[in-house]
């Protein structure tokens, strides 16, 4: 068993940016829970416009959005619009990204399950066509 505590030895936020698997902006990490099991909890905040790279989950996903307006994207273009309340399970291995919409920031909790393969940048033209 393991008992994440707020605040006590956790992390700062970690910023990230161009190059750190973010585009079209900045988002801010906040890990909640690092497992020896492969289960990664984190609180994920993107301003405007700011998405992750395309990538996919050895186990899948889950994200629960707790605030603002984003984009869930598979590569075979599935998936949508997201807001405050909604949850999306990510399927194993699917190639996907999320991030804010281009008008609003997104605060959202995202499970991770097993490693993680990050595959590149989604170009502002892919970005565009989610709207």
């Excluded at 700062?12 to 909640?32: I, L």
């Excluded at 909890?41 to 996919?56: D, K, L, M, S, Y």
């Excluded at 999306?88 to 291995?93: M, R």
């Amino acid at each position: 068993m393991q008992i994440a505590r707020q605040g006590a030895g956790g992390s700062a936020s970690e910023r990230r940016s161009e190059g750190q698997h973010v585009t079209g902006g900045h988002s801010w990490a906040d890990p909640v829970l690092a497992s020896p099991h492969g289960v990664n909890i984190g609180q994920v905040f993107f301003e405007p416009g700011a998405r992750t790279e395309w990538h996919a989950h050895e186990h899948g996903q889950v994200l629960h959005v707790t605030s603002g307006q984003g984009w869930v994207i598979a590569r075979d273009g599935s998936g949508g619009a997201i807001a405050a309340g909604d949850t999306v399970f990510i399927d194993p291995g699917e190639e996907h990204w999320h991030g804010a919409s281009a008008e609003h920031y997104m605060l959202h909790l995202a499970v991770s399950l097993g490693g993680i393969d990050w595959l590149g940048a989604v170009s502002d033209a892919e970005y565009a066509a989610a709207g």
